[in-house]
């Protein structure tokens, strides 16, 4: 009896259906060829739902989800809706209470991908950036004094816990000891943030005591945006907090080719992990099959592999670095040289070899 793995699916707003769609497509195409099933259950999850029904999840919707060992997530976010409101409701929501406390982003130059970076190529930009998740600034904390009034006062508070960051430090321990160089750099502010990044600090020698084969080093978090540009290459596995890993993870993505590019996982090691292309739903290019599938690609392939079907996943990263090299020009919305649907097709026929 083949395996079967189910899935359930959340395509979102804007161009999220057309990424989903042909992510599915290719994930299908490595289940036929290394001989598991896919089985999967799609949410309406997303800015027409809440415009609707003005809810962003419905009562049970997280509880559903827990159900299933991973979602594959398209975009949220929709032009008439204000910001915050589908992303507090929806993708925060479902990340705190998921408990998918690891953000994962691999950022890897392909061969044949252009990158802003001066006399840089595969072999410098080839590391991982390891998120914690569910803390920090994210969590919510604060609120207004006299708002609206010339004295009014914001606060919004960095919440760190022992147990949040430790679990999030020994994850990027056990990766680096998995990559071939086997070094490991935090990046905080230890100058400045001498109490919260005090505790990631700590911790990070502390555990790192317990893994004499990984290589420790520290770097600020500016001077990580330096490095990254200047010297990618000196990163193997970066562990961040929540607010640094978002912010440095978009400049890897633009060393690494763009948004079309780039792939991401939030990750509960034992639960509920859901899988996603990191740029937004881009809403300009909804149905005009403009928009590129690629990064919803990779994130497919990083849930397969996720899900033990190793093989696959390396088949379908595989797939999409020959698709780059060989065929697809370039990886901006309507500059790829064929439509989404057709570039899905590329990949799903190379994954099938």
């Not at 990070?204 to 080093?217: H, I, L, T």
Request: hydrophobic fraction near 40%; glycine fraction near 12%.
């Amino acid at each position: 009896m083949a395996r079967n793995h189910e899935i359930a699916v959340i395509p979102g707003d804007g161009t999220g259906p057309e990424v989903i769609r042909e992510g599915l497509k290719v994930v299908r195409a490595a289940a036929e060829r290394f001989g598991f099933e896919i089985t999967t259950r799609e949410y309406d999850f997303g800015g027409e739902r809440y415009l609707k029904t003005g809810e962003t999840l419905p009562d049970g919707a997280v509880d559903e989800l827990r159900g299933f060992k991973v979602v594959y997530l398209g975009a949220i976010g929709h032009p008439g809706v204000k910001p915050g409101i589908l992303e507090k409701g929806i993708l925060l929501r479902l990340r705190f209470e998921l408990d998918q406390y690891i953000n994962l982003r691999p950022i890897r130059l392909y061969p044949g991908v252009e990158t802003p970076l001066k006399n840089k190529g595969p072999a410098e930009i080839d590391f991982v950036v390891v998120r914690e998740n569910t803390e920090d600034v994210y969590a919510g904390i604060g609120g207004f004094l006299k708002k609206g009034t010339p004295d009014e006062v914001a606060l919004q508070e960095m919440i760190y816990t022992r147990k949040g960051v430790e679990r999030c430090v020994r994850y990027a321990f056990e990766l680096a000891r998995t990559r071939k160089r086997k070094k490991l750099t935090l990046c905080a502010k230890t100058n400045v943030l001498t109490y919260a990044h005090d505790l990631w600090q700590r911790v990070f020698d502390e555990v790192g005591a317990e893994y004499p084969d990984v290589q420790r080093d520290y770097a600020h978090v500016d001077a990580t945006c330096m490095w990254m540009v200047k010297s990618p290459e000196f990163f193997d596995v970066i562990v961040t907090t929540n607010m640094f890993g978002d912010i440095i993870t978009d400049l890897g993505a633009m060393i690494q080719g763009g948004m079309g590019i780039a792939a991401g996982a939030n990750i509960n090691p034992s639960g509920t992990s859901m899988f996603e292309p990191i740029g937004g739903s881009a809403p300009k290019y909804t149905g005009k099959n403009v928009i590129n599938p690629l990064a919803a690609i990779s994130a497919g392939g990083m849930m397969l592999d996720f899900l033990g079907e190793k093989e696959a996943g390396r088949a379908v990263e595989e797939a999409v670095m020959k698709a780059v090299s060989t065929r697809i020009r370039c990886l901006s919305a309507g500059k790829m040289g064929m439509g989404t649907d057709a570039v899905g097709d590329l990949v799903a026929s190379l994954v099938r070899g």
